[in-house]
């Protein structure tokens, strides 16, 4: 075997549990065969005995063909050995919700739209939920990772807390007035970042080799405006420095020199691995299968990973080949809403060291904020097309200091949602050059806005964060960046997402009962699919995103509620 190149990237390594747990999965997918099969079941498993009982337990499984196991002994196995997933995160009434709390969405006229409300905002019961004792006793049978306060969930496979959908789950518990849970996960995502120096993807021990979207100091900041708690600002402050290092250094820094020789400093998603993902391993080795030895196996594995880390898990904004996902490419590419989320979190983290009197570190911030701000509008800002474009960082132009020389041909003139996410960030139009107006106007002709809300991409590969659909953070955040910009278009523009966007969910809720994770937006009433799962229901962010815009807009007696 040949290799091109080397995987230099570091990697955190994981439990012997989980390693034990992938091969469980392994011998599952052969057994049980891919109908209706979904990998993360196994590595969400926990044992009932200690871990070496139990691998030589498993061990002794006899082989039939291909090292597989019969259906009988597997089933047994898994019955005598391992605890369902259900049993490690338990149910918990939430300490501050009450069926209607006083003040709930007062702009909510219409009585269909309001009763639906209320049943989204009952959901935060389903889906609350805090670490069994038996898990804080004996952690290491467990993958959950034992965090002290209650959590809200995704749902359905989604049985843990994950790191970026917490700010849209926030944003709806404060709609919700519940203050205290909405606490209790912010006090949880700091914990991780004592433990491990950054908040992981998700609480699992096999989420610990990356992170996601880092919003955390959003979360802070929402919750503070709401509540005034300085003693969360102050427990929090210390967490959201280190956060900021972790994504300002090492492997997730990237220099980049300008067209007039100025030298920025931006950041980039990067996964800790370079192994198939454990919740999806089966899926990535098949993935991987075609390509011709280890060397660029583990390339793929790291960028695959990395994808997950940017949340956008899988899309063709991530690949030279949109139908090919094998040249998902995460690492090589300077993302627009990775710099957007850290500009926001640099004005915030400025925000709240002000509130505690730190006004060193509130200038440090301020000033590592014009810094980003200035090589936003650098690098990623295209005028002519009126949007921020992904930059494909290219391997020629890395000089012998690793600075990449910026070059106009490496932005992704491709439309994708991303490219709206500066609109978030106040300060991102205060350029001469660069008004909201004219973002606008490229928005609303990029064929990104679709019947029932926004298009992640333009590209229909399969792939989940593709055409045709339309995801929950991304709809909100741009909605809130129109708002943001105090333009009377731009409001008019934002109020018309929101309300096809809270149609679709409405319609869809009525038809199926529930909330789904996200939806096809080229029609109203249509929940989305595609990728390596099939759709989820709950829904988290979903939930928090309904609730949110309902605050905001509100919902008029005689507005329309039906597709
Ligand atoms: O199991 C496959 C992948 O699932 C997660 O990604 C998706 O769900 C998350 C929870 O709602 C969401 O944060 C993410 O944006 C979705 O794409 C998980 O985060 C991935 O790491 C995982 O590989």
């Not at 290799?3 to 997918?29: M, N, R, W, Y």
């Not at 070496?52 to 898994?78: C, H, M, Q, Y």
């Not at 993935?287 to 990973?305: D, F, G, M, Q």
């Not at 979903?542 to 949110?548: F, I, M, P, T």
């Amino acid at each position: 075997e040949t290799c091109k190149s080397i995987d230099k990237g570091p990697v955190i390594p994981t439990t012997p549990l989980v390693i034990f747990l992938e091969k469980v999965q392994e011998v599952a997918l052969q057994t049980y065969g891919h109908n209706r099969f979904d990998a993360k079941l196994f590595v969400d498993m926990s044992l009932r005995k200690n871990l070496s009982e139990t691998i030589e337990a498993f061990n002794k499984l006899p082989r039939i063909v291909n090292g597989s196991v019969s259906k009988s002994d597997l089933d047994g196995f898994i019955g005598s050995y391992l605890s369902s997933p259900d049993e490690d995160l338990v149910y918990v009434e939430p300490v501050d919700f009450v069926a209607e709390p006083e003040g709930f969405l007062p702009k909510v006229k219409n009585s269909e739209v309001r009763a639906w409300a209320l049943e989204v905002h009952s959901l935060w019961k389903n889906l609350s939920r805090k670490v069994a004792d038996h898990v804080l006793e004996k952690p290491e049978l467990y993958t959950l990772l034992p965090l002290k306060n209650p959590v809200i969930i995704p749902g359905s496979r989604f049985k843990e807390v994950y790191y970026w959908d917490s700010y849209w789950v926030i944003r709806g518990l404060l709609a919700s007035k519940m203050y205290e849970t909405a606490k209790g996960i912010v006090t949880n995502l700091v914990s991780l970042i004592d433990q491990f120096g950054y908040v992981l993807n998700g609480a699992r021990a096999y989420y610990s080799n990356r992170s996601q979207p880092p919003v955390l100091a959003a979360m802070i900041v929402d919750i503070f405006n709401q509540t005034g708690d300085l003693d969360l600002v102050r427990r929090s402050l210390p967490a959201l420095l280190k956060e900021n290092h972790f994504w300002n250094s090492g492997i997730h820094k990237v220099t980049i020199q300008d067209a007039q020789g100025s030298n920025h400093s931006l950041s980039r998603y990067y996964a800790m691995w370079n192994k198939p993902r454990p919740e999806s391993s089966t899926i990535d080795s098949e993935t991987a299968s075609v390509l011709p030895n280890i060397c660029e196996k583990r390339e793929l594995y790291r960028e695959l990973a990395s994808a997950a880390e940017s949340g956008w898990d899988f899309s063709s904004r991530w690949m030279s080949n949109g139908s090919d996902l094998t040249t998902t490419s995460t690492t090589s590419i300077l993302p627009v809403d990775l710099n957007a989320f850290l500009l926001k979190m640099e004005l915030d983290i400025a925000f709240l060291a002000n509130l505690v009197g730190e006004s060193s570190t509130a200038s440090h911030f301020t000033e590592a904020a014009q810094n980003r701000q200035k090589a936003i509008n650098c690098i990623f800002w295209n005028a002519e097309m009126g949007q921020w474009l992904d930059y494909w960082l290219s391997n020629s132009e890395t000089s012998e200091v690793d600075i990449y020389k910026w070059e106009d041909l490496h932005q992704n003139k491709k439309s994708f949602a991303s490219n709206f996410v500066p609109l978030w960030t106040e300060n991102s139009c205060s350029d001469n050059n660069i008004t909201t107006q004219k973002v606008v106007q490229s928005f609303m002709s990029s064929g990104l806005l679709q019947p029932a809300g926004i298009a992640m991409t333009l590209s229909n590969t399969g792939q989940q964060w593709d055409f045709p659909n339309g995801w929950p953070p991304l709809q909100h955040i741009i909605i809130e960046g129109l708002l943001k910009s105090g333009l009377e278009e731009a409001r008019t523009l934002a109020k018309d997402i929101a309300i096809r966007w809270l149609r679709t969910n409405y319609v869809t809720y009525k038809k199926t009962g529930a909330m789904y994770e996200k939806y096809d937006v080229t029609k109203c009433g249509a929940y989305g699919g595609g990728g390596e799962y099939k759709p989820q229901t709950g829904f988290g962010w979903s939930n928090g995103v309904v609730l949110a815009l309902l605050e905001e807009f509100g919902w008029p007696e005689d507005l329309k509620n039906d597709c």
